[in-house]
């Protein structure tokens, strides 16, 4: 089975400050991975995807992710905080065989930028 | 262009009573899904239409659920009998095609906040 997990509820970080929120991530086959972002009372907006190829990648809004294989992580990183940049982050990875169209969701990390 | 849209935003119902949640998915996208997130969690996956059937209705946690989607557009997630365990966001998402979530972004919309009292 596929699954994600983000093992810190909640990050805080100071305005201007690198960020890093962790996902980790157990898949057979080769992995596909995601992040998106939820801002209070909005639906959850993509950022960046994993497929194959460069392990740095890079999405929306100045993220990058960095992903793992020996360290089955696929980390989200920003080098320079936002107070914008507050709110839920969830790490996915699609299911395998006929389930692959699903996204099977961490629960979530909630991200605060303190100005 | 338009996103995904959902409505109500919010459904305040009491407990035992039917309800009815819309979706309206990005025009263009054949595939559509409901996922349901409890407080503190993350989405979890119900049904995937591809087009107008339901290609995979496994997520959907008993007989008292039900999604349609007449014309391969708008769907409809129906709730009989709602209790209160029923009471969470629900999102809907659409994507170009469905066939693998690796090939295709899935585009959510704002969700509807359900409450069982």
């Known amino acids: 089975a596929q699954s994600v997990a983000q093992p810190e509820d909640q990050v805080n970080v100071a305005e201007g400050n690198p960020l890093t929120v962790k996902c980790t991530y157990s898949v057979s086959g080769n992995p596909y991975l995601f992040w998106y972002v939820q801002y209070p009372n909005r639906g959850l907006q993509f950022l960046l995807k994993?497929?194959?190829?460069?392990?740095l990648v890079k999405g929306s809004y100045g993220f990058e992710a960095e992903f793992n294989k020996s360290q089955t992580s696929f980390h989200l990183k920003k080098p320079s905080a936002l107070v914008s940049d507050s709110a839920l982050y969830f790490c996915a990875a699609p299911g395998s065989g006929a389930g692959s169209y699903q996204l099977t969701f961490g629960k979530g990390t909630k991200l605060s930028v303190i100005p | 262009g338009a996103g995904v849209s959902q409505t109500p935003s919010n459904k305040v119902t009491e407990k035992g009573k039917y309800v009815e949640l819309r979706c309206d998915p990005i025009?263009?996208?054949?595939?559509l899904y409901w996922y349901r997130q409890s407080l503190g969690q993350g989405p979890e996956f119900l049904i995937y239409f591809q087009g107008t059937g339901a290609a995979d209705d496994s997520g959907l946690p008993n007989d008292r659920f039900f999604a349609v989607r007449p014309e391969g557009s708008v769907s409809t997630l129906k709730i009989q009998r709602t209790e209160r365990g029923d009471s969470a966001v629900y999102l809907c998402?659409?994507?170009?095609?469905?066939?693998?979530?690796?090939?295709?972004?899935?585009?959510f919309g704002p969700g509807t906040r359900l409450t069982v009292t």
């Open positions: 994993y497929i194959t190829g460069d392990n």
């Open positions: 998402a659409s994507s170009l095609q469905g066939l693998a979530a690796n090939d295709y972004e899935q585009y």
């Open positions: 025009s263009g996208h054949t595939a």
